[in-house]
T-cell receptor
Framework: SQTIHQWPATLVQPVGSPLSLECTVEGTSNPNLYWYRQAAGRGLQLLFYSVGIGQISSEVPQNLSASRPQDRQFILSSKKLLLSDSGFYLC???????????FGQGTRLTVV | DAKTTQPPSMDCAEGRAANLPCNHSTISGNEYVYWYRQIHSQGPQYIIHGLKNNETNEMASLIITEDRKSSTLILPHATLRDTAVYYCIVRVARNDMRFGAGTRLTVKP
């Protein structure tokens, strides 16, 4: 069966520090991968999506970047965090076509 | 640019049917309508999806209008655990998924 792992669950980082959030998927090949952010009390904002290794589409100009070094690994990074980067970060995967998407449990990032 | 419009909030009495509307007037012929829900501090959970025909599964029913410009998610017997934010999404051709603000459903005893 397919599973998605996202870590850490919570993170507190100072302003200006780097960030690396990792997401891995098991049990499927060539998934579409997504990074979302949810600010407190707000909806989900699509940040990045990837349809294959090294293929990243960015939806919103921002302080973040994403990479896909392996088929089932998706990494969200920042060189210098801002206070506005605080939020709930969710990784998700799906396969091509009309199937549903599966979400990780999320990382709650607080930038202080 | 979520392509869908939903009411920001709704209430429903426990045990009654919850009917959540969604407008997607610019939907294209090959785009599916998906519904997810998000319980506080968790990742969204898939509920149901459809293209043209009405769909039903163990969680809910999805009614899509004939012109496909709107749909309704029906929870037939809402429970307190159904309190969540419900998102209606139109799946675009590039395989990305864009969530709107959703509807916050509160089921009351």
């Amino acid at each position: 069966s397919q599973t998605i792992h996202q870590w850490p669950a919570t993170l507190v980082q100072p302003v200006g520090s780097p960030l690396s959030l990792e997401c891995t998927v098991e049990g499927t090949s060539n998934p579409n991968l997504y990074w979302y952010r949810q600010a407190a009390g707000r909806g989900l904002q699509l940040l990045f999506y990837s349809v294959g290794i090294g293929q990243i589409s960015s939806e919103v100009p921002q302080n973040l970047s994403a990479s896909r070094p392996q088929d089932r690994q998706f990494i969200l990074s920042s060189k210098k965090l801002l206070l506005s980067d605080s939020g709930f970060y969710l990784c998700a995967w799906s396969v091509m076509g009309d199937t549903e998407a599966f979400f990780g449990q999320g990382t709650r990032l607080t930038v202080v | 640019d979520a392509k869908t419009t939903q009411p920001p909030s709704m209430d429903c009495a426990e045990g009654r049917a919850a009917n959540l509307p969604c407008n997607h007037s610019t939907i294209s012929g090959n785009e599916y309508v998906y519904w997810y829900r998000q319980i506080h501090s968790q990742g969204p959970q898939y509920i149901i999806h459809g293209l043209k025909n009405n769909e039903t599964n163990e969680m809910a029913s999805l009614i899509i209008t004939e012109d496909r410009k709107s749909s309704t998610l029906i929870l037939p017997h809402a429970t307190l655990r159904d309190t969540a934010v419900y998102y209606c999404i139109v799946r675009v051709a590039r395989n990305d998924m864009r969530f709107g603000a959703g509807t916050r459903l509160t089921v009351k005893p």
